[in-house]
């Protein structure tokens, strides 16, 4: 019987930069050094899923550069002035540096990105005003929240509260499904949002079979709003066998 490749799914926040998106979310410097034992910590915790595959959230397309410079990493050689990956990234701070601790040879980039109609938040702002106003306070609550947890937690705790399930599904409902209402029965550019959101989590999880094989342990590393969704084409795919991330933090 053919052995199901095993799949951990990591969700994180962007160590180097949260980015803007629908909310800024301030990170710790991961440079000083308790971030360092930290990510240190949730590193030596990973490694015990015994991936032989680490796959992350840089361009497919990029493969052969990002590996270049996970190369010189690992000869400890890294050129801080590359432009695939910045030091602080979560690819160098976890992929990378567990890629070198059990010798893998590459790291695999899974990512495509899309353009995501953004203007829908204009148009839901002037036809849909209570609806905006609800999603907006959802927004910045959860903002508020996040950046307090980011002042007060470890990256650990950080990253398990991040891939609790009840949050990932919390998100899902209040902070992506919840758009679809926004322009239906007229330019359905809520629907249009998220199928361009879909469109770029099915790319992902195209490329990730792509890499998988028989009897392969892979580790993902993702922004957690990509959780949800790939977690569940994960456990529909007959080959593939979701494993339990918080077990491992």
């Not at 270049?68 to 590359?82: A, Q, T």
């Not at 839901?124 to 609806?131: G, Q, R, T, W």
Request: hydrophobic residues 35%.
């Amino acid at each position: 019987m053919k052995e199901k490749v095993k799949v951990l799914i990591l969700g994180t926040y962007h160590f180097a930069s949260c980015g803007k998106h629908l909310y800024y979310i301030k990170g710790e410097d991961i440079t000083t050094d308790q971030k360092q034992e930290e990510i240190k910590e949730v590193v030596q915790k990973l490694a015990q899923f015994r991936p032989n595959k680490i796959a992350v959230e840089s361009e497919k397309g990029e493969e052969e550069k990002l590996n270049r410079v996970y190369s010189e990493y690992c000869k400890n050689n890294f050129d801080e002035g590359n432009e695939i990956v910045s030091y602080n990234n979560e690819i160098v701070q976890l992929a990378f540096r567990l890629g070198k601790m059990l010798e893998h040879t590459k790291i695999y980039p899974i990512d495509y990105t899309v353009h995501l109609p953004e203007e829908v938040f204009e148009y839901a702002e002037k036809n849909y005003p209570e609806f905006y106003k609800k999603f907006m306070n959802e927004i910045n609550e959860q903002e508020l929240n996040d950046n307090e947890l980011m002042k007060n937690n470890t990256v650990r705790k950080i990253l398990r509260y991040l891939n609790n399930p009840k949050r990932i599904e919390k998100e899902q409902s209040n902070l992506y499904l919840n758009l679809a209402r926004v322009g239906a029965g007229d330019n359905y550019c809520g629907a249009d949002m998220l199928t361009e959101w879909y469109r770029r989590n099915l790319y992902i999880f195209g490329n990730l079979q792509n890499i998988a094989e028989e009897e392969d342990r892979i580790l993902v590393i993702y922004g957690a709003g990509h959780c949800k969704i790939l977690q569940e084409l994960v456990k529909e795919y007959n080959e593939f066998e979701i494993v339990d991330v918080l077990q491992y933090l």
